[in-house]
């Protein structure tokens, strides 16, 4: 089964008082209370959710074992991820530094072949040796090639599907009437985990009161699950 972060269910810091857990317990119960869902069965499950989470986080003693299994998972995750993209960030500069050397070999290469040609003329017509290529002329040459280089390089651009989405908008269920923030669940107390232009177009998953559940693309480029406000959005 897996861990639940009963803190984000109540919307709640990890560090907060019993004072602060027992008043978001009370809202959300009041809120997701099985009498006003009319049988929604997400909205079901939330509350029994909620009440689990109040459970764990009112007990003091369980509340400490809670709080070390969860910084204990936190730990590990971060730690992977640091590991994963510092692997990915090693391999990307070696990349670009053999990108770079390969372009600056080419342009003395082709430097050098110039060079002989015109030595050759000048021996020819007895005038005085070429100039050697001096070390500011160097730097300057290479800070140009780098210039060149980056202003050049190809950026990725997550931003095409939802040109796309924008474009065939009449196809789905929903467009966006505005920028519109992802949530990670149907509660705007929950946390933001990307956001969608004006204009989008999207097919539900799953509707509740005020939320809609649509399928999203996120800052990493990969397709996400999150909730958008009813009122930010209209139907086609």
């Known amino acids: 089964m897996a861990f639940k972060n009963y803190y984000d269910t109540l919307g709640v810091q990890q560090n907060a008082t019993q004072a602060e857990i027992r008043q978001a317990y009370r809202k959300l119960s009041i809120k997701f209370h099985p009498?006003?869902?009319?049988?929604?069965?997400?909205?079901?499950?939330?509350?029994?959710?909620?009440?689990?989470a109040n459970e764990i986080l009112s007990d003091p003693i369980i509340r400490k074992e809670y709080d070390n299994t969860l910084n204990n998972l936190n730990q590990s995750f971060t730690k992977s991820y640091q590991d994963t993209y510092n692997s990915e960030q090693t391999e990307q500069i070696r990349e670009d530094l053999k990108k770079m050397f390969d372009l600056i070999t080419l342009y003395f290469d082709k430097e050098r072949t110039a060079t002989k040609k015109y030595i050759g003329l000048v021996n020819a017509q007895y005038i005085p040796k070429p100039r050697y290529l001096t070390a500011p002329k160097f730097l300057w040459t290479v800070l140009i090639m780098l210039v060149i280089y980056w202003f050049f390089k190809p950026l990725p651009d997550f931003s095409s599907r939802y040109k796309q989405q924008q474009l065939n908008s009449n196809s789905y269920e929903w467009v966006t009437t505005e920028k519109a923030d992802v949530f990670s669940k149907p509660d705007v107390s929950s946390s933001i985990i990307g956001s969608v232009p004006l204009g989008t177009g999207f097919n539900s998953?799953?509707?509740?009161?005020?939320?809609i559940?649509?399928?999203?693309?996120?800052?990493?480029?990969?397709?996400?699950?999150?909730?958008?406000?009813?009122?930010q959005m209209k139907k086609n």
């Open 205 to 211: 998953l799953r509707e509740t009161n005020y939320f």
């Open 35 to 52: 009498d006003k869902n009319n049988g929604d069965a997400f909205l079901e499950e939330m509350f029994k959710n909620i009440n689990e």
């Open 213 to 231: 559940k649509v399928t999203f693309i996120d800052d990493n480029g990969n397709d996400n699950e999150g909730f958008i406000r009813k009122k």
